[in-house]
């Protein structure tokens, strides 16, 4: 019943930019905390950031400062800018939103995962 779609991975070099996008579709009805994680090769998936949908933003202490959340709720898409990209950004970054939909008559809240989209930063 949702989907989120994300885009604006690819390869940079180390100091540069990227900005991801992850809009979710659907019978939407609210969506509480939007969140971007990520997984490198041989390591564990982590929360990078998430929004609350008033907005309040934390960061995994390794981006603070270089990467920032946003989200625009009448799109139902967030944003992660990354700037100052490291090597060590490298990873597959998936978007999270814990969505409330409506099924059936029935309202339902469900976590759902984007598919993933590749960074890679170059040294």
């Known amino acids: 019943q949702v989907q989120l779609v994300e885009s604006g991975g690819g390869l940079v070099q180390a100091g540069g930019s990227l900005r991801l996008s992850c809009a979710a579709s659907g019978s939407i009805v609210s969506i509480y905390n939007m969140g971007w994680y990520r997984q490198a090769p041989g390591k564990q998936r982590e929360l990078v950031a998430d929004?609350?949908?008033?907005?309040?933003?934390k960061y995994v202490d390794s981006v603070k400062g270089r990467f920032t959340i946003s989200r625009d709720n009448a799109k139902n898409t967030v944003y992660l800018t990354m700037d100052s990209l490291k090597p060590e950004d490298t990873a597959v970054y998936y978007c999270n939103a814990d969505v409330i939909y409506l099924s059936g008559g029935d309202y339902y809240r469900t976590e759902y995962w984007g598919q993933g989209t590749q960074v890679t930063v170059s040294s």
């Open positions: 929004i609350s949908n008033g907005g309040s933003a």
